[in-house]
C-alpha cells in the first residue's frame, strides 16, 4: 500500500492500480488527489476535510465513485445522495480492493458553546488509521496524527501519540501553521519519536511512503 499526503489532511490510498482518498477538502489544492480514486472517505463535515464542489465535479467525471461519511457530513452532500454511503461507528465495508472499518463518533471538542460534530474515522486494511478531527484510540500499526488545530494542543498531541503507541506514526492536518510552527511541530515530533522509540513525524505535502 502507498499513502501520500496531499494538502492540508487529505490522504491517498494506493494499492494493486486501485485507489482510495480521505478528506479531500478545500485545503487540498493538489489536483492529482482524487485522480482515478474508486471512492473519497469524509471523516467530517469541516471545510478543510470536505469540498463539495469538487465532490460534484468528481462524481461526474467518474460515474462509479462513491462517497463514504458519516450522517452530518451526508446532509450537506444534496445531489449527490445516490452516490453516498452513511457509515458509523463499527461499519465494515469493502472498496477498491481495501477494507475499511469506521471507528469513532465525534469530533473532539472544539467550542464550549457548540456540541461536536460528527466525526468518523477510518482504519483501511488493519494497517492506517485516519481518525479525522478526533483523538481515538484505537490499537493500529499506522496512525495518521492531527498535528495542529485550534482545537488540539501539544499535550494533547503528545497524551494521543502515547495512549496509540503507534509502530509509526505521520501528522497531517497542518495547514493552519507557517514556517514557526511547523518548526515547532517537527521538533515535538522528534521529541516523541525518540521517547516512543518508533517512527513519529510530519509527511509533506505530495510526499508518499510505502506501508
Excluded at 110 to 139: C, I, K, Q, R, Y
Amino acid at each position: 500500500m502507498r499513502l501520500t499526503k496531499f494538502g492540508h489532511a487529505c490522504v491517498r490510498l494506493d494499492k494493486d492500480g486501485r485507489a482510495i482518498v480521505i478528506d479531500p477538502g478545500k485545503m487540498t489544492p493538489e489536483p492529482e488527489a482524487m485522480a482515478g480514486a474508486e471512492a473519497v472517505l469524509i471523516t467530517h463535515e469541516h471545510f478543510d476535510h470536505v469540498d463539495t464542489e469538487r465532490l460534484h465535479a468528481a462524481v461526474a467525471d467518474a460515474p462509479e465513485l462513491t462517497v463514504y461519511t458519516c450522517p452530518g457530513t451526508a446532509r450537506h452532500l444534496s445531489g449527490l445522495e445516490d452516490r453516498v454511503r452513511v457509515v458509523g461507528a463499527g461499519d465494515t465495508f469493502s472498496v477498491a480492493g481495501f477494507e475499511v472499518r469506521a471507528v469513532g463518533e465525534k469530533h473532539h471538542p472544539s467550542h464550549p458553546d457548540m456540541e461536536p460534530v460528527d466525526n468518523v474515522g477510518f482504519l483501511v486494511d488493519g494497517e492506517v488509521f485516519h481518525p479525522g478531527d478526533a483523538l481515538t484510540v484505537l490499537d493500529v500499526p499506522t496512525l495518521l496524527v492531527p498535528g495542529q488545530a485550534p482545537w488540539l494542543t501539544v499535550p494533547d498531541l503528545i497524551g494521543y501519540l502515547r495512549a496509540v503507541r503507534p509502530r509509526r506514526a505521520f501528522a497531517v492536518h497542518d495547514g493552519l501553521l507557517n514556517e514557526w510552527g511547523l518548526m515547532v511541530l517537527d521538533s515535538v515530533l522528534a521529541s516523541e519519536a525518540t521517547g516512543l522509540d518508533t517512527e513519529i513525524r510530519r509527511l509533506l505535502p505530495t510526499e508518499s511512503v510505502e506501508l
